[in-house]
């Protein structure tokens, strides 16, 4: 974990004599906004909804969206002032304010409750059970990260070993496992979608496990700002949240093809009826909060996720890290 937070830090030392993204002056009547997301992937949907169907201006806001690829990237963009708003798995959050961070990230929305991974074999197997990764070679996640850290949660909860039953191959960059995969001599690669669904359309994996579905209810991913920008803009804060709230109830009270079509201009390179399929998929497994608020007991067992996995040296203090006051008044 040091190694981790550590690089947080000091990317932010470096780059904090950069302005913050905000400008002082609206443009056209909208307030600009940063977000810079962790993973452009349709497991967050209803992020993609409200922006296509403008939920954002609506609350008077111009959204610039960012694809950071990995959690660490997002974090270092938000302490930094490259970004207003950070999405990503609160572990890194929890990471920042345990090395010292004294303008640390503040997790103020929650949008998923599942984990948005799915465990791809090299055939079919309707009969599957975590047993039988026993003795296979795995290509997984970043050390400290939340695909990682809950693949091994389920392991042990199912009597695995992950250092000494299997073989997890960490060596590959996020978003280049499926690739790897094709060509590799992994028996199984642990991959969020639309790479799932790719790798089974190619005929070159097929989807085994769902770790959303076997790792139950887990606080995966967040918005979060820094405190200072939560104490100096905190109408920015409510109105972003005001928006992903409604994003929120579209996706719950639509259904997978009205979705899938209301989302494909941020997905142009996946055909529709590929959307669909994974929307069905999401939404099958409960991907998606009724709301936004970060409960306490969701905190604690991402605390207890990072302990098993040797990633938290010392608890951190919910009151410190996340704030319910946006997401209370967002509430439909």
Not at 130 to 137: A, I, P, T, V
């Amino acid at each position: 974990m040091k190694k981790i937070y550590g690089s947080i830090l000091a990317a932010a030392l470096t780059l904090s004599a950069l302005s913050g993204c905000q400008s002082a002056a609206p443009a056209g009547g909208l307030t600009p906004v940063t977000l810079n997301e962790v993973a452009h992937s349709i497991f967050y949907a209803p992020q993609y909804a409200a922006i296509e169907l403008g939920y954002f201006e609506e609350e008077g806001l111009d959204l610039t969206l960012v694809n950071g690829a990995g959690a660490d990237k997002v974090m270092t963009a938000l302490v930094s002032g490259d970004a207003d708003i950070g999405f990503m798995g609160s572990e890194a959050s929890i990471y920042t304010y345990a090395g010292g961070a004294e303008d640390y990230a503040v997790n103020f929305a929650q949008l998923t409750q599942r984990a948005g991974n799915f465990l791809v074999g090299r055939s079919a197997d309707p009969n599957f059970s975590w047993d039988k990764l026993r003795g296979s070679k795995v290509l997984g996640g970043r050390a400290g990260g939340m695909p990682q850290m809950v693949f091994e949660f389920i392991l042990k909860k199912n009597g695995l070993d992950p250092k000494s039953d299997l073989t997890i191959d960490q060596s590959i960059n996020f978003g280049l496992t499926a690739a790897a995969f094709t060509s590799s001599d992994a028996d199984y690669t642990v991959e969020f979608e639309p790479f799932a669904t790719g790798l089974e359309l190619e005929g070159n994996g097929f989807v085994v496990a769902s770790l959303g579905t076997d790792s139950g209810y887990v606080p995966y991913t967040a918005y979060s700002a820094k405190k200072s920008y939560l104490a100096a803009h905190p109408d920015v804060i409510q109105k972003f949240t005001n928006a992903i709230q409604k994003g929120i109830d579209y996706v719950n009270s639509h259904s997978a093809e009205e979705i899938a079509e209301t989302i494909q201009p941020q997905f142009k390179e996946t055909p529709l009826e590929h959307i669909t399929k994974i929307v069905k998929r999401y939404k099958a497994q409960d991907t998606w909060k009724e709301d936004t608020v970060f409960e306490e007991d969701s905190f604690n067992l991402l605390q207890n996720i990072l302990e098993e996995a040797g990633e938290l040296p010392a608890r951190v203090p919910y009151e410190d890290l996340v704030t319910t006051e946006f997401s209370e008044k967002a509430k439909p």
